[in-house]
């Protein structure tokens, strides 16, 4: 079963932490690593995220955060 999930753009994050801070699952954590631009970026660890898109909006760097909300299936009855 596919689940939510948030795409980010590591090179394009300047790891300002407002979606860390945004997320209500606490989806998002920083990263130990650092992109090509010399920031720590933001991660996503799977953890109940709802795609609320929180993160999204408030990101200021456009383009850098995508929501991806899994696609709920019903099975036929009959």
């Known amino acids: 079963m596919a689940e939510n999930h ?4 590591i090179n394009q994050c300047k790891g300002c932490r407002l979606c860390i801070e945004a997320c209500p699952t606490h989806s998002l954590v920083r ?3 650092i992109n090509k631009s010399g920031y720590q970026y933001t991660k996503f660890t799977q953890n109940g995220c709802t795609a609320c898109g929180f993160c999204y909006y408030i ?7 995508t929501v991806i909300k899994a696609e709920q299936r019903t099975a036929a009855h009959g």
């Open 6 to 9: 948030v795409d980010i753009e």
């Open 59 to 65: 990101c200021p760097e456009p383009g850098t955060i």
């Open 31 to 33: 990263g130990s690593e």
